[in-house]
T-cell receptor, first 112, second 115 residues
Framework: SQTIHQWPATLVQPVGSPLSLECTVE??????LYWYRQAAGRGLQLLFY??????ISSEVPQNLSASRPQDRQFILSSKKLLLSDSGFYLC???????????FGPGTRLTVT | QKEVEQNSGPLSVPEGAIASLNCTYS??????FFWYRQYSGKSPELIMS????GDKEDGRFTAQLNKASQYVSLLIRDSQPSDSATYLC???????????????FGRGTSLIVHP
């Protein structure tokens, strides 16, 4: 079965600093990959999704960007963090031919 | 705009009771439906998926789908304190011959099972 790794698990960053969160997948090939953010007390917000290497779709225009340099690697980045970027960042995958999404363990980001 | 509505709760039930969680959705073309459980501080975990009208049972969980009324529900029988969590409903247009693979999530219902 597939496994999703995310790191770091927690992160505290000052406003204006850069960000790089990584998601890697094991046990499957060519998955659809997703980045979500869950702010405190709020629902899941889809940020980016990717159907393949180098293919990124953005759902919400903001100061974040995503890249997929390899089939099983999905990276979320920012050049300058805002206080509003604090939240729980979740990577998810969808296996080819199926409709369910599976989530990784998440990264909790606090911007101070 | 696609919407998925859930009562935020909390829904409080005694141990051993049946917990009933409900979800309504706005897009009549929706084809696939999911329930996730999210413990505090953890990521969502898929517990049920349902695609056809009617009931689908998996252990103590039963998902119910009524496309005509545009609602999906989750029943938890013999509720345990370990079932205390937030339950997220997700709805997707995909499941037939087309549609996107981006589900719309509700904000979740908080369930508290007290001993």
């Amino acid at each position: 079965s597939q496994t999703i790794h995310q790191w770091p698990a927690t992160l505290v960053q000052p406003v204006g600093s850069p960000l790089s969160l990584e998601c890697t997948v094991e046990g499957t090939s060519n998955p659809n990959l997703y980045w979500y953010r869950q702010a405190a007390g709020r629902g899941l917000q889809l940020l980016f999704y990717s159907v393949g290497i180098g293919q990124i779709s953005s759902e919400v225009p903001q100061n974040l960007s995503a890249s997929r340099p390899q089939d099983r690697q999905f990276i979320l980045s920012s050049k300058k963090l805002l206080l509003s970027d604090s939240g729980f960042y979740l990577c998810a995958l969808r296996l080819a031919g199926l409709y369910e999404q599976y989530f990784g363990p998440g990264t909790r980001l606090t911007v101070t | 705009q696609k919407e998925v509505e859930q009562n935020s709760g909390p829904l409080s039930v005694p141990e051993g009771a049946i917990a009933s969680l409900n979800c309504t959705y706005s897009d009549r073309g929706s084809q696939s439906f999911f329930w996730y459980r999210q413990y505090s501080g953890k990521s969502p975990e898929l517990i049920m998926s349902i695609y056809s009208n009617g009931d689908k049972e998996d252990g103590r969980f039963t998902a119910q789908l009524n496309k005509a009324s545009q609602y999906v529900s989750l029943l938890i029988r013999d509720s345990q304190p370990s079932d205390s969590a937030t339950y997220l409903c997700a709805v997707n247009l995909a499941g037939g011959s087309g549609g996107s693979y981006i589900p719309t999530f509700g904000r979740g219902t908080s369930l508290i099972v007290h001993p």
